[in-house]
């Protein structure tokens, strides 16, 4: 079966650090991946998504990047934290239309 | 433009009840529709999802149902217990490139089970 995995489950970060958090899956070849944020009480935004090494899709502009080095692993990043980055990052993978979600990493940038 | 938005933000069922919750979407070309669960501090979980040619799909005491004459989409809970309380999210595929989906969610609606 397939397994997302997500680390670290949670980040407490300075503004003005860097970022990196990765997202890998199990199970499954060339899966499709997303990178979500959500807002606390609100819903799920689309940040990134990607359907091959190297194939990155920006939906939103922002202060982050994504990277997708191996075909199972997907990398969230940033160079330097905003506050405006705190949330919830959820990372997902598909083999088609159906979206499965890791654990979530829960960052705070003060 | 594409949205996805629930009628209730609440709702407060007692324990072995039924609880519908309620969805509408604005985009009538989406094909795909998938319910998830999200308990605090977790990432949502899939719960049941439908595709545009069905109206109604079982599961283990769910029951989604969709409406495309009026764009809605309900989730129908049966013999509510405490284990679900959580945030129901709906998710509406709004494209689907033939290789990649892209799901727009609602912002979903948190179902407290009281005793």
């Known amino acids: 079966s397939q397994t997302i995995h997500q680390w670290p489950a949670t980040l407490v970060q300075p503004v003005g650090s860097p970022l990196s958090l990765e997202c890998t899956v199990e199970?499954?070849?060339?899966?499709?991946l997303y990178w979500y944020r959500q807002a606390a009480g609100r819903g799920l935004q689309l940040l990134f998504y990607s359907v091959g090494i190297g194939q990155i899709s920006s939906e939103v502009p922002q202060n982050l990047s994504a990277s997708r080095p191996q075909d199972r692993q997907f990398i969230l990043s940033s160079k330097k934290l905003l506050l405006s980055d705190s949330g919830f990052y959820l990372c997902a993978w598909s083999a088609f239309d159906t979206q499965y979600f890791g654990p979530g990493t829960r960052l705070t940038v003060l | 433009g594409e949205s996805v938005g629930l009628h209730l933000p609440t709702l407060s069922v007692q324990e072995g009840d039924n609880s519908i919750i309620n969805c509408a979407y604005s985009n009538s070309a989406s094909d795909y529709f998938i319910w998830y669960k999200q308990e605090s501090g977790k990432g949502p979980q899939f719960i049941i999802d439908i595709r545009s040619n069905m109206d109604k799909r079982q599961g283990q005491r769910v029951t989604v149902l969709l409406n495309k004459t009026v764009k809605h989409l309900s989730l129908q809970i049966a013999a509510t217990q405490p284990g679900d309380s959580a945030v129901y999210f709906c998710?509406?595929?709004?494209?689907?490139?033939?290789?990649?989906?892209?799901?727009?969610f609602g912002t979903g609606t948190r179902l407290q089970v009281t005793l």
């Open positions: 199970g499954t070849s060339n899966p499709n």
């Open positions: 998710a509406e595929n709004t494209q689907n490139t033939g290789t990649a989906s892209k799901l727009t």
